[in-house]
């Protein structure tokens, strides 16, 4: 098992760590977080995709027990890295790339990492098999973009433990109180991993929103920034629908529009984008802060 418990915060705050030389190595890395059901994986797909037209290698990786993170990228529900292991009694020298990596529209490489039945084990223990095994099989060594696509807003130690592989954390909202009390709990999460690990906050993703005012006053309030903003757009419901990527659909100008944010924020993302440093609020200051518009 490649899990340990340090504690190098403060007392009584107890982190979840990695096997130090289960790095990554040379790709660059982003871990997509948000409030659950905020088209997290509907975005993760879209960027992996935007990465893979800019000619990318690129790896998505899902990290939710449901393992639906990457099927718009490979049209099914892929294997996960937790059943491919229980199929083989956890003997890991066993195991093929095939049996648990698919390889999804342009190219893109998916990976589901799975988890434990509810309430019997640590999603961090998965992430860290899954990482292991793409280190074991080669297969990070020719990734240029990996993208960690997060369960919800749960930031215990090991549903943050991507974000002890990531460089840059990205934060999926929308324009409303439960999204954005959603987005500061996990600020707080990412700036408590930042002072350990590399990782880092990238921006804010606006989704599933006409407007942008909460959200840019939360952001002006707390030092983060707006990166994207993809608007609710019939066409990305359609390409749920259709289980395909927005790179897939009819060009139509909405698709053409929300094609062309992805691609934009993949191109700036992989160019470098510098650090934001955020200082999240209180809950009942937010909670005051927060929809009297």
């Known amino acids: 098992m490649n899990l340990v418990l340090r504690n190098r915060q403060p007392a009584g705050s107890l ?23 905020i088209g997290k994986s509907t975005t993760s797909s879209n960027l992996s995709a935007a990465f893979s037209k800019l000619g990318k290698r690129v790896l998505q990786i899902g990290c939710d027990p449901k393992h639906d993170s990457t099927f718009t990228l490979t049209k099914r529900l892929a294997p996960t890295v937790i059943d491919a292991l229980e199929a ?8 093929r790339p095939e049996d648990y990596v698919v390889e999804g529209y342009n190219g893109v490489k998916c990976v589901e990492a799975g988890g ?22 080669r297969l990070l060594e020719d ?21 002890q592989h990531a460089n840059r954390a990205l934060i999926v909202t929308a324009n ?7 987005m500061n709990r996990i600020v707080t999460a990412i700036n408590a991993k930042a002072k350990n690990y590399e990782v880092r906050i990238g921006g804010v993703i606006l989704n599933r929103s006409a407007g942008a005012n909460e959200v840019d006053r939360y952001c002006e309030q707390t030092g983060l920034r707006r990166v994207a903003h993809i608007q609710d757009l019939d066409a990305v419901r359609r390409s749920r629908l259709k289980k395909c990527t927005l790179f897939e659909m009819d060009p139509t100008p909405e698709v053409e529009t929300v094609q062309n944010e992805y691609l934009s924020l993949a191109d700036r993302l992989w160019a470098g984008f ?10 009942r200051d937010l909670f005051e802060f927060l929809g009297f518009d």
């Open 15 to 37: 982190q979840v760590e990695l096997d130090p030389n289960l790095d990554i190595g040379t790709a660059k890395v982003f871990a997509v977080y948000g409030k659950g059901g």
């Open 176 to 182: 409303d109180f439960d999204s954005i009390f959603a």
């Open 116 to 137: 434990p039945p509810a309430g019997t084990g640590c999603g961090g223990f998965v992430v860290g098999q899954t990482v292991k095994l793409l280190k074991e099989h």
């Open 88 to 95: 083989v009694q956890f003997h890991t020298e066993e195991l």
């Open 274 to 283: 510098p650090a934001q440093e955020a200082t999240p609020m209180k809950d």
């Open 143 to 163: 990734t240029d973009v990996v993208v960690f696509d997060v369960l919800g807003d749960v930031v215990c130690g090991g549903f943050a433990s991507p974000l």
